[in-house]
């Protein structure tokens, strides 16, 4: 660590008494009236300084320290963007199926394209009279060679896909992840379905994340619930196609576990 130094000024008075002045600037001045000339020598100040190599050391440290934490705090960040997302879509959607199923004066409007029998132009007039009347919706897309399904985009820049069948509701984070779709990352399924189908997928709203309810894990060979979300072939999120990952995040409380098969 290298040593700061002021300038110690030795001048003689007009009655040639000595006075010592400590200065701490770079301008020198003098008691003296006669404009006598000044003895200069450097005395050495009790207060250090860094260094520019050990400031660069420092600096170098931070750097690093910033780099091994950065990725991490992305991630969460990017964790809590999509959680936020989700639990919108949920809520949001939720209540726009209660209050059209209110004014339908049943569920049974969301069956009126049941067993494919709906094409793109079809559906987006079902989705328009019904659905789309309660939800905050910027544009319907359907599909070019009319075989069905409709692509939707709401005003908060996420946007969700039915197929003709209906009962999928296929949501994404935005319009990058239905280019780049990655299942439990930024694309999840949702289940659009009458109250009374007999399959305990639709609960009593007609909108839920996709999946059985509680209790059913055994269908997939797993006595843990939570373990059949995991890994039920061909439904469990650490599967493909990761239907499950939806009705895990919820099953856990709206969050992404540690354990949660796919990285942000």
Not at 78 to 90: A, E, P, S
Not at 241 to 252: A, K, V
Request: charged share 20%; net charge neutral.
């Amino acid at each position: 660590m290298k040593k700061a130094f002021t300038l110690a000024v030795r001048s003689k008075s007009c009655n040639n008494k000595e006075i010592l002045h400590i200065q701490r600037s770079r301008d020198i001045a003098s008691d003296c009236a006669d404009g006598q000339g000044f003895a200069l020598k450097r005395v050495q100040d009790d207060k250090a300084a860094f260094t520019l190599a050990e400031l660069l050391i420092v600096l170098g440290i931070i750097g690093i320290i910033a780099a091994l934490t950065m990725p991490s705090l992305m991630a969460n960040h990017r964790k809590q963007v999509v959680l936020n997302k989700l639990k919108k879509f949920y809520s949001v959607t939720t209540q726009a199926v209660i209050k059209t199923t209110e004014q339908e004066g049943s569920d049974s409007w969301i069956t009126e394209c049941d067993q494919l029998s709906c094409t793109s132009p079809d559906l987006k007039d079902w989705y328009n009279r019904t659905l789309g009347k309660n939800l905050n919706t910027l544009k319907v897309q359907t599909y070019t060679d009319n075989s069905g399904g409709i692509l939707v985009y709401l005003n908060d820049g996420t946007l969700f896909q039915i197929p003709s069948y209906i009962n999928e509701v296929i949501f994404y984070t935005d319009a990058n992840a239905y280019k780049n779709p990655k299942f439990g990352v930024n694309m999840f399924y949702f289940y659009l379905g009458a109250v009374n189908n007999g399959w305990n997928w639709s609960y009593a709203n007609g909108f839920e994340t996709y999946g059985p309810g509680d209790g059913y894990g055994s269908w997939y060979g797993y006595d843990d619930y939570r373990e059949a979300l995991f890994h039920s072939k061909g439904f469990g999120c650490a599967e493909e196609p990761g239907w499950g990952c939806t009705r895990l995040i919820q099953y856990d409380g709206w969050r992404i576990a540690d354990d949660y098969p796919h990285r942000f």
